[in-house]
């Protein structure tokens, strides 16, 4: 057992047994999918539901990663800090990278199953998806890159805001406020042109649409986001937030007063 | 060789000094107790030892090493409650274990032999949000019982306990002392630094004081202190009572007054009468021997501790 793993079962742990977390990370997004697969594809032709179904599980999927990231995770680092277990860590002989590194391979383990789940609900209520093993491949790589966004967002706000329950609402407010404006839950096409705009800057949204683009197609989409000046903006933006995440939290959440 | 060192430490936090030139040693083994009120610089001290925070100047040694190269040696409890709630005793402590690189074999070996030494082996399935606040702060103590610790630090771990888990949680303590770890204790509670082989009173982030605990209560001219609990409190009250205290050394307490005075026997007839001439009932008159807390008292005419 190393420093790395004794964090990553620490902290999924934490995730799975914290209720409001599993809500709001695996139930929210599976009652969305339950929602919208009934409620938006009535008097439409049973192909067609069936990818609707797809590209909202798909959405759904994305926000779970987006709620991980951007609210569990610095909810988790707050709750850590707020009772001490930051400072107690500081006395030990722990490298913050260490730290981190199983709290972000956490993330992504609990951020997997959860669209895991979303997906399977999905699919159980009639999603379709068109895919080979490269678009899933790729899929999993614009999923990976949510998360990095997600978690990059997610340390920024558990470096700033220090309460836990300040930490969770700033979080949950990012993802749900930028979610809506972006067409994570909007579709593209019905945003006005400067949020369209915003939604190819946003990686979790460009992300999202390269997903539906690749698993879907591109109505669903709604643009085609794989250009490859789309495909390096939504890469490079995701992993400055990753960096700018990870370089706020080794500075100033473990930097001594 | 000491297990700490501390020669001329100092702290600001911009304006604010709250360390002023600090000298302490604390040697192998020792259970050395800091005692000081709220804001007097004990925690900001025992968070610089154990490399939480950096001092501004000064130096500090653990074993003859910097802090920060020490750190395998230091067992850091701070105040607040830091288990987390939603893992079990076990987890908890298997996470500290992975923390310190045990493979998992040694973990679960050295974590039984750890919740056994806390007595807590059979809650150790239990999470710590069922435990009582006692059990969790002897949970907390084991985290810092890995073998390999040889410098224990305590920032006021009874606050918030019942008198039963205090008891239980300082014989715990006093255990540790025949295992040769020094212990340093951060408090503001008289009772649990007497317990200390030796102590030091700090005020405003200076050692005004340091000694034996009977030494120190020696080295004060306080002879006895007298409690009384009367039914009602007021300024009229307060000047009797400071009529029987030379430097008029009286204090107001939950229940009463607190006042320190050169002899009980002869003192105690005459502030029944004194009080009940101006219609006040004392209902109750307990005479102790001065406490550390009273010794801080003596020297720094203020208290330790808020009166709860």
Known sequence: MGQISATFGKTVKEFLRQRATLFWTIAWPILWVLIGSFSFVENVPTEIASYTRASIAISMSVFALMTAGMANLPGNIAADRERGLLSKLMSMPIYPWRDLSGRILALLAFSSLAALLVTLVGLGCGARFSCSVVTLVQSIGFLLLVTLASAGIGMLVATFVKHVHGAVMTGVGIAVVTAAVSGVMTPYAYLPWLLQQFARIYPISSSGSSIIFLLVGEDYAGYNPLSANQTTLTALVSLLLFAGGLIAYSRFCWRKE | ?308
Do not use: W
């Not at chain 2, 911009?14 to 804001?39: H, I, R, T």
């Not at chain 2, 806390?118 to 949970?139: D, H, N, P, Q, T």
């Not at chain 2, 406490?291 to 501790?305: I, W, Y």
């Open chain 2, 1 to 308: 060789m000491d297990a700490i060192s501390i020669e001329k430490l100092t702290k600001r936090y911009g304006d604010s000094v709250v360390l002023k030139g600090v000298d302490l040693k604390v040697a192998e083994g020792e259970f050395y107790a800091l005692m000081g009120p709220n804001g007097s610089g004990k925690t900001t001290l025992a968070s610089i030892i154990a490399s939480v925070r950096s001092p501004t100047g000064g130096r500090v040694e653990i074993y003859g090493r910097k802090p920060e190269s020490a750190k395998e040696l230091i067992g850091y409890i701070p105040q607040e409650n830091f288990s987390t709630p939603l893992l079990t005793g076990r987890e908890n402590l298997m996470y500290f274990a992975g923390l310190l690189g045990y493979s998992r074999s040694d973990a679960e070996k050295t974590v039984d032999e750890l919740l056994n030494k806390v007595g807590l082996a059979e809650e150790s399935s239990k999470r710590i949000s069922e435990y009582s606040g006692g059990m969790r702060k002897r949970l907390e103590v084991a985290t810092a019982l890995f073998p390999g610790i040889k410098i224990l630090i305590l920032d006021e771990p009874t606050t918030g306990l019942d008198p039963s888990a205090r008891r239980k949680f300082l014989g715990l303590i006093q255990e540790l002392r025949k295992e040769k770890t020094a212990v340093l204790l951060i408090t503001h509670i008289g009772a649990d630094a007497e317990l200390a082989s030796r102590v030091g009173l700090i005020d405003e982030g200076e050692i005004i004081a340091e000694g034996e605990p009977e030494k120190l209560k020696k080295a004060t001219d306080l002879r006895d202190v007298m409690n009384i609990e009367t039914t009602t409190k007021s300024e009229k009250i307060f000047e009797v009572l400071s009529r029987f205290s030379e430097k008029k050394r009286v204090l107001e307490t939950d229940t009463g007054y607190r006042v320190y005075c050169e002899d009980v026997e002869k003192t105690t007839p005459e502030i029944v009468r004194s009080l009940n001439a101006i219609g006040c009932k004392a209902t109750k008159i307990e005479t102790e021997k001065p406490s550390l807390e009273d010794v801080f008292f003596r020297m720094t005419e203020k208290m330790v501790r808020e009166v709860s």
